[in-house]
């Protein structure tokens, strides 16, 4: 199950919480009981590859040898 991150609107304290992706929005605070909003966070897939930037060709095999954000060839 995802871990996702939390902060309360009554109390501002933040906390994660290991929940069922049918679950996520169902969660309130553990310490006031008031609602919260769920963050935006970054996550890692363990063992896999590291993302390319780019997501494609680099500017270079685009271009024929020639990248005009890099000044030439």
Sequence with gaps: MPTYVYKCNECGREFEKVTSMADKDKVDCERCGGAVAR?????????GKK????G???CMERNSG????TGGG
């Design 51 to 54: 993302p390319s930037l780019g």
């Design 66 to 69: 020639s990248c005009p954000q």
């Design 39 to 47: 963050m935006l966070t970054s996550f890692n897939f363990l063992g």
């Design 56 to 58: 494609g060709p680099s």
